[in-house]
């Protein structure tokens, strides 16, 4: 069995470049691309194990428009999303309740920038181990 694939989306190099670094010390195949665009394209090419998104890209909240467009598209609609952001830190705004929707942020985990590496791998581990069991 080869090592899962982990795509990163974030227009952050020095973000993607670290992340990187970290998911390669538990060997995890990691691809990335610097804006939605590039992001639909390296899924077109192949299908990742689980995405590694951000949310505020170029002039808008570009990660909210790539979430809904790839569950909208069978192919994808199962791939684990893990939104990393520092919109709270960035503009102040946060979510009341419950972050995670399935309509308006259909994502599979919500976490902020600044997360500890070892909180990082544990939560890429759940959500691969949840898309195993989907599968099974």
Request: no cysteine; hydrophobic share 40%.
């Amino acid at each position: 069995m080869s090592a899962p694939t982990i795509l990163i989306i974030d227009d952050d190099p020095d973000f993607v470049a670290v992340t990187k670094a970290i998911l390669e010390t538990k060997q995890y195949k990691v691809r990335f691309a610097y804006d939605p665009d590039e992001g639909f394209a390296k899924l077109e090419e192949e299908t990742p194990d689980a995405i590694i998104l951000d949310v505020m890209m170029g002039k808008g909240a570009g990660g909210f428009v790539f979430a809904r467009k790839i569950r909208k598209d069978s192919r994808f609609a199962k791939t684990p999303i893990l939104m990393i952001t520092s919109m709270s830190e960035q503009t102040g705004f946060d979510f009341p309740g419950d972050r995670i929707h399935e309509k308006f942020l259909p994502v599979d985990e919500y976490i902020e920038k600044g997360v500890e590496p070892h909180v990082l791998l544990e939560k890429v581990e759940q959500q691969l181990a949840k898309k195993a069991g989907d599968e099974a």
